[in-house]
C-alpha cells in the first residue's frame, strides 16, 4: 500500500484480495495466486504465482472484480508474430519492473523485513539480497532457449539460497 496500490477486497467469499496499481503507462494487480502486468502499448501478462508460465491478453487492464483465477478473462498464447513480439516486451518490462519493486522493499522496509518473508515462502529459490539481481538476469535472458544455462542459473540461486540459510540457521 506505501507503493502505491489500492486495495480490492470481495466480501462475503474465499477470494483473493487484489491490490492494483494503475498509472497511464501500466496497470498491475497482485493477488495471492498471481500478478498482472498490462500496457496500453503491448497488452498484458498474467504470471501464476504457483507455476511460471506466462500468458498473453491483448488487452491492458483487468476488471475490478476479480478474486479468483477462473475470474480472469481468457488468456494464453500469442498467435502471430507481433502478438509474440508484444508479449516478449511486457515479459521484459515485468521482469525490471519487479526488480524495481524489489529495491524498493528493500530501501523502505529493510534488507531484514524481506529476508523474513522469504523464510515464509514454501519454496524459496534465491535469498532476499539476491532477488532485484535475479529478475534483472531473468530480463536480459527473458525467453532464452537455453535450457543448459537456465538449469545452471536456477541451481547457482537456490545452492547461493541453501548455503545462506545453512550459516544462518
Given amino acids: 500500500m506505501r ?14 484480495t487484489c491490490y492494483r496499481f494503475d498509472t497511464d503507462k501500466q496497470h498491475i494487480a497482485l493477488w495471492g495466486f498471481g500478478l498482472w502486468y498490462g ?3 503491448f497488452g498484458g501478462i498474467f504470471l501464476n504465482r504457483f507455476n511460471f508460465v506466462p500468458q498473453w491478453g491483448n488487452f491492458e487492464s483487468l476488471a475490478l472484480g476479480i478474486h479468483l483465477p477462473e475470474d480472469l478473462p481468457p488468456l494464453g498464447r500469442p498467435r502471430d508474430q507481433q502478438q509474440w513480439q508484444r508479449a516478449h516486451r511486457l515479459c521484459c518490462k515485468l521482469m525490471a ?22 523464510a515464509t515462502w514454501l519454496r524459496p529459490l534465491i535469498a532476499a539480497e539476491r532477488m532485484p539481481a535475479g529478475w534483472r538476469m531473468m530480463q536480459r ?25 545453512v550459516k544462518q540457521s
Wanted: charged content about 30%.
Fill in 97 to 118: 519492473w519487479i526488480a524495481s519493486y524489489e529495491c524498493w522493499v528493500r530501501r523502505e522496509a529493510g534488507l531484514d523485513y524481506r529476508r523474513q518473508c522469504v
Fill in 141 to 165: 535472458r527473458c525467453w532464452d532457449t537455453d535450457a543448459v544455462y537456465w538449469n545452471e542459473v536456477v541451481n547457482g540461486l537456490t545452492n547461493t539460497f541453501r548455503v545462506k540459510n
Fill in 3 to 16: 507503493y502505491g496500490f489500492t486495495r480490492y477486497r470481495q466480501r462475503g467469499s474465499d477470494g483473493s
Fill in 39 to 41: 500496457s496500453r502499448e
